[in-house]
């Protein structure tokens, strides 16, 4: 089984899946960006934005042949995946997170925005089917207890669920 963990930067999916990964003995976690990097799998940079364009393709061929899987990064659901665990954030807090680790004021607020409307939840269920994600809202979670969440989608004992979540004040 391949569980894609995807979430806007900043929702705590590194920090969540790192405490996960020292639980699950069956299942082998990819860190998407640091294989990226560490392998050039991206098209372009983007100097505007301080990133790089992810290869999509050449990242699903390196990862073609992988079974249990966790598969952490914002671009997961853009992967073919069984599950997707979809991490939220409250935009406001959300931008506290990402300005305390150092970012630009301009991109968290960007950030920020993209968490009040749904666009990472949007993407993952266009592409994977409200069947096969799971939102979990980390706002006032510490990261064991997003750990657990994520623990319950990887073992099944979790029912899918999006949509429950609603940022929406933030923008208004
Ligand atoms: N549940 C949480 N509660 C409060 N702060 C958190 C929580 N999870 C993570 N953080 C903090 O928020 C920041 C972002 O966390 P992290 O890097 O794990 O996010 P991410 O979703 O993996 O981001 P990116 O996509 O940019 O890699 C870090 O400074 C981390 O310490």
């Known amino acids: 089984m391949r569980i894609a963990i995807t979430g806007t930067p900043g929702t705590g999916k590194t920090t969540a899946t790192t405490i996960l990964e020292g639980r699950l003995e069956d299942y082998d976690v990819i860190y998407l960006n640091d294989l990226l990097e560490r392998e050039g799998l991206y098209t372009s940079v983007d100097e505007e934005r301080d990133s790089k364009v992810a290869d999509l393709d050449a990242l699903e061929e390196r990862l073609a042949e992988r079974d249990d899987v966790l598969v952490e990064s914002h671009l997961s659901h853009h992967l073919p995946a069984d599950r997707v665990a979809v991490l939220r954030?409250?935009?406001?807090?959300?931008?506290?997170?990402?300005?305390?680790?150092?970012?630009?004021?301009?991109?968290?607020?960007?950030?920020?925005?993209?968490?009040?409307?749904?666009?990472?939840?949007?993407?993952?269920?266009?592409?994977?089917?409200?069947?096969?994600?799971?939102?979990?809202?980390t706002t006032d979670r510490e990261p064991t207890e997003v750990a657990d969440e994520l623990e319950a989608v990887v073992r099944g004992t979790r029912a899918p669920s999006a949509g429950e979540v609603d940022f929406v004040g933030y923008l208004t």
């Open 89 to 137: 954030c409250a935009p406001e807090v959300l931008e506290k997170r990402l300005r305390e680790r150092g970012e630009r004021t301009d991109k968290a607020h960007e950030n920020a925005e993209s968490e009040a409307l749904d666009v990472i939840l949007s993407e993952a269920v266009d592409h994977h089917g409200l069947e096969s994600v799971y939102e979990i809202d």
